[in-house]
């Protein structure tokens, strides 16, 4: 178990960032979604971290062909997927093993998918059930709410209309997956837009996918193989707000963060941060699949916030904001984000934990907490596994020095988050 101190960071920093990691989410899905096709996938600035790398073999150990250099990734797929002859890691990721869940429910063969104790830990009812009662054979721990989870595919699903009671992109993925291959038009509908990108890259590769005007997506089978993927991962927001925090706390400082995906269900912690009184700016550049472009960050004033809306779009963004929160003028508070408690650790109690060791006054709730900002003490602080505490915890050490046990888990999201964080003292 690794560990490491960061010290206080005595100046402004002025930064351009362009080597912040790829996007977690899409490069799942470019992995995955690569079967759809029965040609070469070209696939550039794939992310390379634990997660995501897990789920490339595991689509190797489903017969695609796989070249990688670097962060280039080729992937040919096989037209019918093999059976693996092994169990099916996906490591830390929630993401890998419940989109793997909808994919895997309608291919022939046997499929054993587990993970870290962390992610054995998480529940995948929420998968389990709707894929069950459309005839997916899906079983595991706890009656199928934990893995290692085993799943036999069938030949055929039933088409759905399934409104979630959970707003999920994981779920809505792993539903969306599976409609693809049943017997009919499926509708999936959830009560807060998630993250969409698994929408726009399936239709960018020919599937048809349509909104109706109750708010249903209408998802239709697959008729034909869909086109390959020629694409270039944009930047990953939710790992690129450590450094706009880092600006955010520190005095003067300014970061620009280059080609980051402006998609809007992934940006809403810097409208957040821009309602507290830091000073950010969209650069739209492109749109390819979804809007790209740079994001600056100026530091100004910090005034606490309520935030208790549109909570999907910031879930992986809510530690992090809870240092900005913890050394914002005024209080802040976090509702309606009970979510936070199922993910890699328990986030609120791995944030209000962690804030307590740090002298920070809080009030926990069952669906968030709230911080009295003020400042931030030095303390050994743990991970509790979890890469976005560990980050986020970093980034609280600009402003008072820190020690941070369990930093392994970092390596699942962004390998090179240390070095990035060392430039800034340069
Ligand atoms: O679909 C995705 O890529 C993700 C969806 C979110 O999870 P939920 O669907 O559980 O909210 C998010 O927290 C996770 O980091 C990535
Ligand atoms: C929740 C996360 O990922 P996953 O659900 O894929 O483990 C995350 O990266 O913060």
């Not at 910090?302 to 913890?326: F, Q, R, T, Y």
Request: proline share 4%; net charge negative; hydrophobic share 40%.
């Amino acid at each position: 178990m690794k560990n490491f101190s960061i010290n206080r960071l005595v100046k402004p920093f002025d930064i351009t960032i362009s080597t912040i990691a790829s996007d977690k989410s899409i490069s799942h899905r470019c992995a995955m979604f690569s079967l759809f096709s029965n040609q070469t996938s070209y696939i550039k600035n794939y992310l390379t971290a634990e997660d995501t790398l897990n789920t490339l073999s595991i689509v190797e150990q489903l017969g695609a062909t796989i070249k990688r250099v670097g962060s280039n990734v080729e992937i040919t797929p096989k037209d019918i997927l093999t059976e693996p002859s092994n169990i099916l890691d996906c490591g830390n990721s929630g993401t890998a093993m419940r989109l793997f869940c909808g994919l895997l429910a309608s291919i022939e063969g046997s499929f054993i998918l587990t993970g870290d104790k962390y992610l054995r830990n998480r529940p995948m009812k929420r998968v389990a059930d709707p894929l069950r009662s459309i005839g997916a054979n899906i079983d595991g721990r706890e009656n199928g709410n934990k893995a290692p989870l085993f799943i036999r595919g069938v030949k055929e699903l039933e088409p759905f209309i399934y409104h979630s009671p959970v707003d999920s992109a994981q779920v809505k993925s792993a539903m969306i997956l599976a409609a693809l291959r049943a017997n009919g038009v499926s509708k999936y509908k959830e009560n807060e837009l998630t993250r969409d990108h698994t929408e726009r890259m399936l239709k960018g590769m020919g599937a048809t996918l349509e909104y109706d005007n109750e708010g249903f997506i209408n998802i239709h089978p697959l008729k034909a193989h869909l086109d390959p993927l020629n694409i270039t991962v944009p930047t990953d927001p939710s790992s690129a707000f450590f450094f706009a925090v880092a600006a955010a706390i520190t005095p003067n400082s300014r970061v620009l963060i280059k080609n980051v995906t402006l998609n809007p269900t992934r940006i809403e912690a810097y409208e957040v941060l821009k309602r507290m009184g830091v000073i950010v700016n969209f650069i739209e550049k492109e749109n390819i699949y979804e809007p790209i472009g740079d994001i600056e960050v100026i530091n100004n004033e910090l005034n606490g916030i309520d935030v208790s809306e549109n909570i999907s779009w910031l879930i992986d963004e809510l530690p992090a904001l809870s240092i900005a929160m913890s050394l914002a003028k005024g209080t802040s508070k976090v509702s309606n984000a009970k979510e936070l408690r199922v993910k890699e650790s328990d986030r609120i109690s791995s944030v209000v934990n962690n804030l307590k060791l740090c002298g920070v006054k809080f009030t926990e709730f069952e669906d968030g907490y709230e911080i009295t900002g003020g400042s931030l003490q030095k303390s050994t602080i743990n991970s509790y596994g979890d890469h976005r505490i560990a980050m986020s915890f970093a980034i609280a050490g600009l402003n008072c020095d820190m020690n941070i046990e369990d930093i392994d888990c970092i390596e699942t999201s962004f390998p090179n988050f240390k070095e990035i964080l060392d430039s800034l003292y340069i």
